[in-house]
């Protein structure tokens, strides 16, 4: 289910990437990936790659409302998978909310 907040994103996501960036080819946020499709629930054949994501717009305004420093980006070259890793893993940070 999409709302305002969230999108779907049809790339591959694995266990435990929920909290980390999802980034477009050329390393530009695009959202925070937040969950997946539970392929157990499925008792025959189930979609593949059906995962879910907060976007960036939300994010930001997390982030401004919860006076969180951060800078904005703007890439139009595309990155090579291994560079796209290395930028998701700089970028990434754990934030607890109380």
Request: hydrophobic share 45%; glycine share 6%; with cysteine.
């Amino acid at each position: 289910m999409t709302t305002l907040a969230t999108s779907k994103c049809p790339h591959p996501v694995q266990a435990g990437n929920s909290g980390g960036p999802l980034l477009d080819q050329n390393g530009n946020l695009i959202g925070v990936v937040t969950a997946k499709l539970n392929a157990l629930k499925f008792k025959r054949d189930f979609p593949q790659n059906v995962n879910f994501a907060v976007k960036a717009s939300i994010v930001v305004n997390f982030l401004e409302a919860n006076p969180i420093d951060y800078a904005l980006g703007s890439s139009n070259a595309p990155l090579k998978s291994e560079d796209l890793a290395d930028l998701a893993k700089s970028i990434s940070v754990f934030i607890l909310c109380k």
